[in-house]
């Protein structure tokens, strides 16, 4: 579930809400769109309802990490997936609550800003051993499956920190939210709530001016938009270190106005990826698949096709094993849109990691596979981001050259993930 955000514009200063995943903030009160840039964890804090009397310099905000996304597990003969959805105490040694549950989903967080006057206790815990504990609450790690892991990937990930605020009242820790009584404060408490730092400037969002870099017309993109377009130029921009990039794009023409187009990252494979998996052919034969694999086939660099959008895991896999498989039958395009898309929301390097997971998937032999998959090298020679046509049939959208289909509930579905 999406956590909602209290920011304020930074062009006007007006508070604008949120969604967890939104890039592109459009501001109601000054009509400025500004592009937040991405990276780091980003750093919230629960508001707190703190009694007036208690001077704001002497709030103490405890750290929790928050981890949302897809795991992708390649054990045994099979491939395995879970969705993480998970707010975790990041510091050792001291009696707090271990998870702070629905809490976030359930008010406002504000982003952490000067105006938080109080000390922030330092983070003990490493995000990794904080995931590890998370994942093993999922299903995957049921004592049955215990066989061997071949790969692992976890995609689509939101990493933030969340801050608790407490306060002290007559020597006992108190919640600056509910106001329940946390525990007595005793030295050892005391000692490790002093390894704390105040507010740093460095942890306030930053943002980018969302004029395309090459002609200065505005950029357009949806509120959750990784990829801006600018029409005017009809160049695709991702932010990368802080500035927008420019990327390698094509729209492949539906030849019909009503189609939706629906981008993927084609990820092409180069030269210094296994022999096993050198052409298109390579890949039918180790996946096993039920078809005659033709001359052309050799010839036919590999590309995997993966959604550059969020899906649940299941309908990411598949989406991606049946567009692979077929990608003999999807035509050339050109760097040109100008009816319907829908928005890229999950990044390239995300979908570079989905690959082994992919091909475990496509394989008919999981069994002769997955064991080759840790020492199996896939290395990217080429991505661009294709939008492909589908067809809204109501219930669903279907691809016009290979018939695969998305249920639209699923793509909606997808967004929240
Ligand atoms: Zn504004
Ligand atoms: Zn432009």
Redesign the pocket.
Known sequence: MDLVIQQS?P????PIVLNETDRLIG?P??G?KNYMIGGGACRFSLPDKVPDHIPREDLIYVPYLRFKGSIYYCQGHEVQHAVIDTTRLAIDGLRLPGSLGLRPQAMKIVPVNAEHLGRFVRQTIEPDTVFAQAIKLTALFAPEKKQQLHHRAFIGETLSRIYLPLYVKNDMLIDGVTHSEIGRLNSLIASSLENSTAFQKSWEPRFLSTLCPHCAAPMTGEADALVLHCPNCQRMWVERDGCFVPIDWQNIDGEDEACLAIPFWRITLGEESSAELRNFADFLRLTNQPVVVKKDDENLALSFWIPAFKLTPSLFLQTAHYLTVSQRRIPAGEANITGRSYPVNLPQQEAVQALKSVLAESALSKKRVLPLLASLKLTPQKITLVYLPFRDSGHDFIQRHTLVTLNSAALRFGRKL
């Open positions: 514009c062009s006007c200063g007006a501001c009160y000054c400025v």
